[in-house]
Nanobody
Framework: QVQLVESGGGLVQAGGSLRLSCAGS????????MGWFRQAPGKEREFVAV????????KYVDSVKGRFTISRDNAKNTLYLQMDNLKPEDTAVYYC?????????????????WGQGTQVTVSS
């Protein structure tokens, strides 16, 4: 079973930055499509960003373009989300997820493995 563990969440003021990490524990990590999702209280889980297992092919939800950067270090089995110029509306629990499908999918139903989530709170 693939295990994913997020870290790096916390409280930050608007305009600040955070870097989330997602550590995997599987030798096939480099072959997974990896994504970040977020969920605010009472809201549906929302796609944030995704990165393919080959090259630097990425996709972002419009609301975070230019502010967030997704990256991965396959040698370390780790996924990252660099979040800059944070806004209060970014407040949510952030989840990393892995998909065995070689697609830049934004649908949560296409992801097979999930982390436990890490809380990000942005104050005004």
């Amino acid at each position: 079973q693939v295990q994913l563990v997020e870290s790096g969440g916390g409280l930050v003021q608007a305009g600040g930055s955070l870097r989330l990490s997602c550590a995997g524990s599987d030798l096939t990590f480099s072959r997974y499509t990896m994504g970040w999702f977020r969920q605010a209280p009472g809201k549906e889980r929302e796609f944030v960003a995704v990165i393919m297992w080959i090259g630097g092919i990425t996709k972002y939800v419009d609301s975070v373009k230019g502010r967030f950067t997704i990256s991965r270090d396959n040698a370390k089995n780790t996924l990252y989300l660099q979040m800059d110029n944070l806004k209060p509306e970014d407040t949510a629990v952030y989840y990393c997820a892995a998909s065995t499908k070689a697609l830049l999918t934004i649908h949560y139903s296409e992801y097979d493995y999930w982390g436990q989530g890490t809380q990000v709170t942005v104050s005004s």
